[in-house]
């Protein structure tokens, strides 16, 4: 499994990168970490005539803490979160999830920018981003602009990037002291893509909670209905109703077993948010 | 098109002349002869081909060589006169933690890198950490086997004399109860 | 609870029959020296990507070469001398057909071989095959055993009448009696997934010319070098004096390294033709989609009993779906004729009618994967024992063992006529039942589990046929039959000892239990002796590993030889010593009279470099060849039981086994370490196959797991701690005792695990009947059953 020939270029700087992809005489892809683009060109599944190295440039390595929010560069590894070598925005959150993705040697070498272009549905930071209510900052032909994780991720291997656009950082806004996070996953092997993935984040003393459901054939889905209930106060059992109507409606076509599923992953979710609230820090 | 790639591999300055599309571990098995790197699937998910690039674990078989300039690889050849992986080889050999052969560099390689990183792992979190390399001769027993008795030796190695002497595990002690 | 070996032990033979000698092997892997077949290069080589069929079932009209390639790319007719591979079984009805080394009509599955690129690279290779432009008329695809099953199907082989291989029928005994006084009737239907084989290294060939032999040289990723040599040279017309196999190191082999593959046929007669080295990696994507694969059965059953569960007869129906070409030496029909002769496992069945079907699809080729037919079988039987135990309220575990052949009755002929030699099957299950704990994990059951998940128990027991002759083979139909192993036992003048033999090591520890057997016989140190093997120039011509036979039939040969070797050398060594023969003994590589020793490397040294000081009438030279077959060629039967709990999640479907033990016996260990890894690494595969494993294809018969992403096997966590509990009853018929067991742990675990998943669920009233048990697959049983209440 060898892939197709194609022309490399170590871009130096941002512009240069954006430069090089928007010239669509060429078809060029970035390469981050290669986690994933590497393995498809092995498999001869992503034609590509240029590929644009990013690894060098030192502007999408930075992390910038800011009073409310930590940028970090998309070409933040894995096991960078995993080993908290960057200051963390998410109450434990993001290592977490770093800390689980895959496997350490593509996590060293697996970026957050990398992995949120591909937008792949099962992807751990697409939903964990979104969770998060972190911003897309991306640069392009046109110069720069933010696009909030939830509009950034538009379907199945679809995101809001344009021609020649990159993602620069991701932007993750500090979270309060008082929220916590619960996170569940269902997945048939360590380390490989999950079945079903759910974040809930309550925040009790504010009386507020976000709840994303991620790995469901498409975007990632916020479920606002029942995060509203769940903020009310609602996290037992009697959730499972809320839950399964707004599954429903949702609009995506899922089998009766995935959505028995997703529901209980949706659940324990909230209920180990709802544990890690009752214990004092 | 070819990319000229210098890096270190194995305490060696390296140049080569590659095609773009040339994954670090063909620089490796077919340029350098240096063939202890196994190739399983070529789509990262097996772990055969582990290596270290800049002293992390990495996937050889999805690592452009062009995107290495510069940097140092270690292949399994490179640790031969390392202590730590003499170590962790003498327990794979105690304990039985290989069959065919074919995934065990790779298995060292993640070994090497697991026990520097956590040095008192044990039990599942071995198994955990190691699920990025698969073996379909072993079902794993004898490889956590080694490995924890690796970890066992090393902390002796790294313990005054006269501490507490490591007990060894017997190749196919029976574990008790469920 | 290891049980204390039969065998006898004298002093001086620490290293020998039961002793868990670390490997000799061990050295070059570790050190990443060992020399798989992508390591070799010769000078001159190019390397090969196969153009490959993109449909499961077209003609092909035409093929389009770019120009620039023209030159780089063969076809059919390029290797027009090279016969096709025709495995057909001896057995009247079989269907034959020719698996040519590259097809020119049409093509019959994906992945099917229509050309050889070369170039100096395998991306440049790749990158012809890709530029191959080739003009199909695209055929309806047999995808599926019901579509191949319907009198209108398409045909696989035009010159059939039909899809079908083979259709043998088993009747022995009364059936009609049987169904009149039975008080219980169970069925049953069971389907197994199709399994690809996923050794870590896949296959490869490389094949050249030695000028200064004038032979062909083909290096080979292959389980059986001499019998590839046989029929290779049979297929490209050429002495076998003029060709040579090699087997590397071989990273893993399972069975689907164990068939004469056409890679290997169209690479050999390429080279040939070209006089030009070629090498051929196989990638994982090809592996998965064109190597033979492994274990599709569909299984309609019934049991007969009376009241308290005993089985009174046994119906069956097994269809294996064989894909598009017979696997020689196997043939198509060798699945379903192991599986329908192994069914009634370790029970006293007396009445016993099977069908076994072997068809034909657009798919590719089945072939032996561990535990053959017999998984299946295990399968079948085990599920089918449960449900009858259940039809009559007791406890699966009782009424198991109840209907096993009881140690008085070795040996037992089954109704299929296959010979149990020797073996105590209940004691075995109960040693399983009580060491995972059963009574507990009822009481467990009685209360749900916290977290809701739910607790299952099940078990699964088998007898498996191992190191079989003769007699077996023949049976079977086969064109080649197994009937022996040789082994060339020789010194070298400085005292080492060299053992030659004709199977192929691939991670069992032969390099180092056969040195073990060697041990036995001379007390020569395990680190002295080394052995050779996987060369068809080395070594005496012998059958190769497969079917649980190495240990058994190479360790009878080593034995042999070496036994008349012992007696040489103490001849030698009484003479040097000036002692009474009687009163040499051998040791630690010395022959010993009292206190006083000479050396192996002494005694070596006279027998080749110094005549003058043998006895008289004594001839040079210090080496032994010997063949060995065991005593009956029927076959020494290893069985075990598993028993399995685990958790089932009926949020999720997720399963997590929590104990798994085994309690086997394959009668005398000669090394318990490598012994106890073989079942461990057997059950980490019959875990796959019970969880994960599965390649289906789609209604254009398009294989759909083509990735280790979609094809999961099992990793670190998956497969839990297992515990192994070892009981040794001698064969008879054996030397030491000896029975193979290198695919029982492979054997057993669908069938406990789905067992185990069914007790889980019973409260439910859901039930799974396939394998592998996906999570999607045990949520769509859960919600069934609930939907069936409603």
């Known amino acids: 499994m060898k892939p197709a020939a194609f022309t490399y270029h170590r871009a130096a700087t941002v512009d240069e990168a954006v430069a090089m992809l928007a010239d669509m005489s060429v078809m060029s892809r970035p390469l981050a970490g290669g986690q994933s683009l590497v393995p498809m060109l092995n498999l001869r599944l992503a034609p590509v005539d240029r590929l644009i190295d990013l690894s060098r440039i030192a502007a999408l390595k930075e992390i910038g803490e800011e009073k409310d929010r930590i940028r970090y560069g998309a070409l933040t590894t894995h096991a960078a979160f995993e080993d908290r070598r960057v200051p963390d925005a998410s109450n434990g959150l993001m290592p977490y999830v770093g800390a689980q993705i895959a496997y350490r040697a593509v996590r060293t070498r697996g970026t957050i920018g990398g992995a949120l272009a591909l937008a792949d549905p099962a992807a751990d930071w697409l939903t964990t981003v979104i969770a998060l209510e972190a911003d897309i900052l991306i640069a392009g032909p046109a110069g720069r602009r933010t696009v909030a994780a939830a509009d950034f991720a538009v379907g199945p291997y679809m995101t809001a990037l344009q021609d020649g656009e990159i993602v620069e950082a991701v932007a993750v806004p500090r979270r309060s002291a008082s929220e916590r996070w619960g996170h569940e996953k269902a997945a048939r092997k360590t380390g490989e893509y999950a079945e079903s993935m759910a974040i809930a984040l309550i925040d009790a003393a504010r009386a507020t909670a976000r709840l994303v459901l991620g790995a469901a054939d498409g975007a990632p889905i916020v479920l606002a209905r029942t995060a509203a209930e769940v903020a009310a106060g609602r996290t037992d059992d009697s959730l499972s109703p809320v839950i399964d109507a707004e599954l429903a409606a949702c609009g995506r076509d899922f089998s009766p077993a995935k959505r028995r599923m997703h529901a209980t992953v949706v659940l324990r979710a909230v209920r180990k948010a709802v544990l890690a609230s009752g214990q004092r820090a | 098109m070819k990319i000229s790639v210098s890096a270190t591999v194995n305490g060696t300055r390296q140049t080569f002349e590659v095609e773009p599309r040339t994954s670090l571990a063909d620089v490796l098995r077919e340029e350098l002869r240096l063939t202890a790197t196994h190739l399983g699937c070529e789509h990262g998910v097996c772990g055969a081909c582990t290596v270290l690039i800049d002293g992390e674990p990495a996937r050889s078989c999805i690592a452009l060589a062009a995107s290495i300039d510069g940097a140092s690889v270690t292949t399994l050849e490179g640790l031969a006169d390392d202590p730590t992986m003499a170590t962790i080889k003498a327990s794979f050999h105690d304990q039985h933690g290989l069959q065919c052969g074919f995934c065990t560099p790779g298995m060292l390689i993640s070994s090497w890198d697991l026990l520097k990183r956590k040095p008192g792992i044990e039990g599942r979190d071995i198994r955990v950490a190691m699920s990025g390399n698969l073996c379909r001769c072993t079902g794993y027993q004898g490889i956590v086997r080694s490995i924890e008795h690796a970890a066992h030796a090393l902390q002796a190695q790294s313990e005054p004399a006269g501490a507490n002497p490591t007990a060894s595990k017997q190749p196919h002690k029976e574990e008790a109860g469920s | ?790």
């Open chain 3, 1 to 790: 609870m290891n049980q204390s070996f039969v065998s006898p032990r004298e002093v001086g033979r620490e290293q020998g029959i039961g002793a868990s000698v670390k490997r000799n092997e061990d050295r070059r892997f570790l050190d990443g020296q060992g020399e798989y077949l992508g390591d070799l290069r010769v000078p001159g080589m190019a390397e090969v990507a196969f153009l490959r069929s993109p449909l499961a079932h077209a003609r092909i009209r035409s093929i389009d070469v770019p120009e620039a390639y023209r030159g780089s790319v063969f076809f059919a007719k390029d290797i027009a001398f090279a016969k096709p591979i025709v495995a057909a079984s001896t057995a009247k009805g079989f269907n034959a057909s020719d698996y040519p080394a590259l097809v020119s009509d049409k093509v019959r599955f994906v992945g099917d071989l229509i050309g050889i690129c070369i170039a100096p690279t395998r991306a440049e290779a790749e990158d012809i095959a890709q530029a191959c432009v080739i003009d199909f008329e695209e055929l309806p695809a047999v995808w599926d055993i019901d579509v191949a099953l319907d009198a209108d199907a398409p045909r696989v082989h035009d010159h059939w009448p039909n899809n079908v291989y083979f259709d043998s029928k088993i009747e022995n005994g009364d059936l009609d009696a049987v169904r009149a006084k039975a008080a219980v009737t169970v069925r049953k239907s069971l389907r197994m997934g199709r399994h690809v084989g996923v050794s870590m290294e896949g296959r490869g060939v490389l094949a050249h010319y030695n000028r200064r032999l004038d032979e062909l040289t083909v290096y080979s990723s292959t389980q059986f070098p001499h019998v590839i040599r046989t029929i290779m040279a049979q297929c490209l017309g050429v002495s076998e004096a003029k060709l040579r196999v090699i087997a590397p190191d071989v990273g893993g082999g399972f069975g689907p390294k164990n068939n004469f593959h056409p890679e290997e046929l169209a690479i050999a007669a390429l080279s040939m033709k070209l006089n030009r080295p070629l090498r051929w990696i196989e990638d994982r994507r090809e592996h998965l989609i064109a190597s033979p694969h492994a274990r599709e059965h569909r299984y309609d059953l019934t049991a007969y009993a009376d009241a308290r569960g005993k089985l009174l007869g046994l119906e069956a129906r097994v269809v294996v779906d064989a894909g598009a070409y017979s696997v020689w030496p196997w043939t198509a029909a060798m699945e379903a004729g192991m599986s329908s002769g192994i069914m009634t496992g370790p029970y006293d069945i007396p009445v016993y009618h099977a069908r076994a079907l072997t068809l034909a699809t657009n798919k590719s080729p089945l072939g032996p994967y561990r535990g053959v037919g017999r998984t299946g079988a295990c399968f079948a039987i085990e599920t089918l024992v449960d449900a009858v135990a259940h039809a009559v309220g007791r406890e699966p575990a009782d009424v198991r063992i109840e209907n096993m052949v009881p140690i008085s009755a070795m040996p037992y002929r089954s109704v299929t006529h296959k010979l149990y030699d020797s073996g105590d099957y209940p004691a075995c299950a109960r040693q399983a039942i009580e060491a995972i704990g059963l009574a507990d994990i009822r009481a467990r059951q009685r209360k749900p589990l916290p977290d809701g998940r739910l607790i299952g128990f099940g078990m699964a027991s088998y007898t498996e046929q191992s190191a079989h002759g003769t007699a077996e083979w023949v049976a079977r139909g086969l064109p080649v039959v197994f009937g022996f192993e040789p082994a060339l036992a020789r010194f070298t003048p400085d005292g080492k000892l060299i053992l030659f033999v004709g199977i192929q090591n691939h991670g069992q520890g032969l390099e180092t239990t056969l040195a073990q057997v060697a041990h036995q016989e001379l007390g020569i140190p395990v680190e002295d002796v080394i052995v050779r093997h996987g060369d068809s120039s080395v070594s005496p011509y012998g059958m190769g590993t497969f079917a649980s036979r190495s240990m058994t039939m190479a360790g009878g040969a080593v034995s042999v030889a070496c036994t008349q070797l012992a007696e040489k050398v103490t001849r030698i060594g009484a003479h040097l010593l000036q002692a009474p023969k009687d009163a040499v003994t051998l040791a630690g590589g010395k022959a010993f009279f009292g206190q006083q020793s000479v050396s192996f490397a002494q005694i070596a040294e006279a027998a080749f470099l110094h005549p003058e000081r043998m006895p008289e009438g004594e001839d040079p030279a210090l080496e032994v060849s010997a063949v060995y077959q065991p005593g009956r060629s029927t076959g020494a039967f290893s069985y075990a039981t598993h028993a399995c709990s685990l958790a089932v999640d009926p949020g999720t479907g997720h399963v997590e086994i929590l104990d798994y033990v085994v309690c086997h016996d394959c009668g005398t260990m000669v090394n318990p370490m490598i012994v106890e890894a073989q079942v461990v690494g057997g059950v980490a595969q019959g875990l796959g196959t019970a969880l994960y494993e599965e390649m289906p294809y789609d209604d254009n018969g398009q294989p759909l797991a083509s990735t280790f992403l979609d094809y999961m096997i099992p990793g670190a966590t998956e497969v839990p701690d297992v515990r192994v509990l070892h009981m040794e009853t001698p064969s008879p018929h054996t030397r030491f005792g000896i029975k193979g067991m290198g695919e029982g742990g492979a054997i057993a675990p669908p069938a406990a695990i789905i067992n185990a998943i069914n007790d889980a669920l019973r409260p439910l009233g859901a039930e799974v009947t396939q394998t592998p048990a996906t999570p999607e697959r045990v949520l769509d049983a859960i919600l069934a059953a609930a939907e069936a209440r409603a």
